[in-house]
């Protein structure tokens, strides 16, 4: 169906329920959506440096940000086709979430679905980290990079 390189999508869904296959599209459309943008930021980037091609992104995904990381990685896969990053690998950093307690003050690591002070055990936090979604890095190969034609 695809031209890809990788099978993910395949390896994603095969085996799996129904009813869990139907989540994973639908969630899998958003994960599209946020590579289509993440997408035309980096075109942009590309040809605000006069570069053709894109290499390499790395991203910063929080486990709070609403994006499933294997899915974003599968989203991408198609989303590149035909642009400048058509042959760019994606790295998913992921992130950890940090809170910060209106109780004590004191901000620290917690889990996704706990997020409570680590330090007093109060649940009046504010999440400072672990929410994001950033492009971290974009890297570019330049023309003059390229080894000249003998
Ligand atoms: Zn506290």
Redesign the pocket.
Same mark, same amino acid.
């Given at each position: 169906m695809f031209n890809m390189r990788t099978h993910r999508p395949q390896r994603l869904y095969a085996g799996v329920h129904t009813r869990t296959r139907q989540r994973l599209t639908i969630q899998s459309v958003h994960e599209l959506s946020v590579c289509q943008a993440l997408l035309m930021q980096v075109a942009e980037i590309a040809v605000g440096r006069g570069a053709r091609v894109v290499e390499r992104i790395t991203i910063e995904v929080g486990p709070l940000c609403g994006v499933e990381p294997a899915l974003l990685a599968s989203a991408f896969a198609v989303a590149r086709i035909g642009g400048c990053a058509a042959e760019a690998a994606l790295l998913i950093e992921s992130t950890s979430v940090t809170v910060s307690?209106? #109780? %004590?003050? +004191?901000q #620290?690591q917690t889990k996704p679905n706990r997020l409570? %002070? +680590?330090? %007093? &055990? &109060?649940f009046r936090?504010r999440v400072v980290a672990g929410d994001e979604l950033r492009l971290r890095r974009v890297e570019l190969r330049m023309p003059e990079s390229r080894l000249p034609l003998a």
């Amino acid at each position: 169906m695809f031209n890809m390189r990788t099978h993910r999508p395949q390896r994603l869904y095969a085996g799996v329920h129904t009813r869990t296959r139907q989540r994973l599209t639908i969630q899998s459309v958003h994960e599209l959506s946020v590579c289509q943008a993440l997408l035309m930021q980096v075109a942009e980037i590309a040809v605000g440096r006069g570069a053709r091609v894109v290499e390499r992104i790395t991203i910063e995904v929080g486990p709070l940000c609403g994006v499933e990381p294997a899915l974003l990685a599968s989203a991408f896969a198609v989303a590149r086709i035909g642009g400048c990053a058509a042959e760019a690998a994606l790295l998913i950093e992921s992130t950890s979430v940090t809170v910060s307690c209106m #109780s %004590c003050g +004191a901000q #620290s690591q917690t889990k996704p679905n706990r997020l409570i %002070c +680590a330090l %007093c &055990g &109060g649940f009046r936090t504010r999440v400072v980290a672990g929410d994001e979604l950033r492009l971290r890095r974009v890297e570019l190969r330049m023309p003059e990079s390229r080894l000249p034609l003998a």
